[in-house]
Structures are given as structure tokens and as C-alpha cells.
């Protein structure tokens, strides 16, 4: 069975950081893209970052650029999330979502298929 | 970057069908993935690339993609079909994966 466990969430303070994680079981990890997906209170999806199964390509929303770093241990089949100089708009419930493999090229985007079930991240003072 | 517009929100009664639409600038040319949100829990995908259906999805739930729109369409809707729903896209220019703003779907 497919189960993806985020962990890591709290509450940080303006311009802090914080690394949120992902764990992975179920499925052979190094080969499928991951990514992360945000949902504000009351709001919609947003998407947030995508890492292919390797590692050697990243995409990452204009919203975070810059500030969040994505990155994946395959040995230790987690996901990972580095957020710096975290804003009150970042504060959201983070969620790890596994995309579906088209079986061709390192990364050729497809729908995401397993949700992990979320962790909250609030930016206060 | 690319935007996705989907109606706020949709009702219907019990036993009808219910269509929900996502429009695009040339969407017609994209794979458009759809998923159901109920509350306090995580997103689930009921069609993708435009028209499949994973397993375990009801062939109540259906989708087309024309033109500047995709549609998902659920037939004889259930009271346990309420909840948001999102259309997704991939947008090749930016290589950016975008989200609609969701529509929320009320059972009468």
C-alpha cells in the first residue's frame, strides 16, 4: 500500500525557516517525481515544487523561488522541503504528492496519484 | 503565466448530473487532470488526461477538453459527490503545474 507521511510542520516566526518531510512507503521511491502542494485556510491548491526521480530536474512556483529548496534521499526514500525567509502567505497545510509515471524521460509531467495526508506550517509572530 | 478559471461553485440535486468547467487559453492542446477535495482531507484525482478514469472511480465521473474549455461531468450525482474540485494543468512555457481556483459542488 501506498503511504506518504509528511512531518516537520509548526509554527515559525516571520523570516524563519523551516524543513518539513516526507516519507515514502509502499512503492519503489527513486522511481517516480514527487512534489509539494500547498492549501491556505479556506483556500484552493496551490502548487508549490516537483522534483523528478532522480533529482536532476526541479521546478518551483514563482511564490517560493528562491526561498524553498526541494530535495529527495532515495537511499532513505524521503522528501523534503526547505523553506527560508517564510512569509505569513506561506502558512498553508504542505502536501507531499506522488505523480503518476508516463515510463518515458526523466521527467514528463503527469497527474498526481497519492496525497500524503498533510503538514501544517504557520508563519506568525 | 497561465491561468485556469473555474466557477466558484455548482448545485445540484440529487440523481442529476452536474458539470463543472475549467477554462484555459487553448486548453484544448493540454492534459487536463481533475480532483475531488472533501473536507479535511486530501486531494484525489477522478479523471486525468482529460478523460481516464483511475481505478476505483465511478464511470459516473467523466471529462472532455475542447477548445478553450475541459468540463467534468458527474452523472447521477450522490450527496457523497459534495466537495471541491480542481482542475490541473502543466503548462509547458513556464514549467509550472497550475491548479484552478476550485468549485465547490453542492448536493441539494
Known amino acids: 500500500e501506498v503511504q506518504l507521511v509528511e512531518s516537520g510542520g509548526g509554527l515559525v516566526r516571520p523570516g524563519g525557516s523551516l524543513r518539513i518531510s516526507c516519507a515514502a512507503s509502499g512503492f519503489t521511491f527513486s522511481g517516480y517525481s514527487m512534489n509539494w502542494v500547498r492549501q491556505a485556510p479556506g483556500k484552493g491548491l496551490e502548487w508549490v515544487s516537483t522534483?523528478?526521480?532522480?533529482?536532476?530536474?526541479?521546478y518551483y512556483a514563482d511564490s517560493v523561488k528562491g526561498r524553498f529548496t526541494i530535495s529527495r534521499d532515495n537511499a532513505k526514500n524521503s522528501l523534503y522541503l526547505q523553506m527560508n525567509s517564510l512569509r505569513a502567505e506561506d502558512t498553508a497545510v504542505y502536501y507531499c504528492?506522488?505523480?503518476?509515471?508516463?515510463?518515458?524521460?526523466?521527467?514528463?509531467?503527469?497527474?498526481?496519484?497519492?496525497w500524503g495526508q498533510g503538514a501544517r506550517v504557520t508563519v506568525s509572530s | 503565466s497561465y491561468v485556469l478559471t473555474q466557477p466558484p461553485s455548482v448545485s445540484v440535486a440529487p440523481g442529476q448530473t452536474a458539470s463543472i468547467t475549467c477554462g484555459g487559453n487553448n486548453i484544448g492542446s493540454l492534459h487536463v487532470h481533475w480532483y475531488q477535495q472533501k473536507p479535511g482531507q486530501a486531494p484525489v484525482v477522478v479523471v486525468y488526461d482529460d478523460s481516464d478514469r483511475p481505478s476505483g472511480i465511478p464511470e459516473r465521473f467523466s471529462g472532455t477538453n475542447s477548445g478553450n474549455t475541459a468540463t467534468l461531468t458527474i452523472r447521477r450525482v450522490e450527496a457523497g459527490d459534495e466537495a471541491d474540485y480542481y482542475c490541473?494543468?502543466?503548462?509547458?512555457?513556464?514549467?509550472?503545474?497550475?491548479f484552478g481556483g476550485g468549485t465547490k459542488l453542492t448536493v441539494l
Open positions: 504528492a506522488r505523480e503518476a509515471d508516463r515510463g518515458f524521460g526523466e521527467y514528463t509531467p503527469y497527474f498526481f496519484d497519492y
Open positions: 490541473q494543468v502543466w503548462d509547458n512555457s513556464s514549467e509550472d503545474w497550475v
Open positions: 522534483v523528478s526521480s532522480s533529482g536532476g530536474f526541479k
